[in-house]
């Protein structure tokens, strides 16, 4: 691998968040308008984060899959 394919790839595994934001802005780039259509069933008094937040959180974590984070012994 020459140094610059290694550069490139070291800079992808910095922020795959960003990385993952061009994707889905080149295939679906409606998406989060689409969150924010999305009917909300919850009492308005309790609620504390958008729809658009909330299924955008859920999206993510989708993506990310569930991984283990340093500092929690907790299993997956």
């Keep these: 691998m020459s140094r ?3 550069r490139y790839k ?3 595994e910095k922020n795959p968040v960003v990385e993952c934001n ?3 802005n080149k295939y679906y780039s409606e ?3 689409k969150f924010i259509e999305v009917k ?3 009492n308005q008094s309790y609620i504390g984060y958008s729809v658009k937040t909330m299924l955008g959180t859920l ?3 989708c993506i ?3 991984f283990k984070h340093a500092g929690n012994d ?3």
């Design 4 to 6: 610059e394919q290694e």
């Design 10 to 12: 070291k800079k992808l």
């Design 22 to 24: 061009k994707i889905q």
């Design 31 to 33: 998406l989060f308008k």
């Design 40 to 42: 909300d069933p919850r």
């Design 59 to 61: 999206y993510y974590k």
């Design 64 to 66: 990310g899959g569930n």
């Design 74 to 76: 907790a299993a997956v």
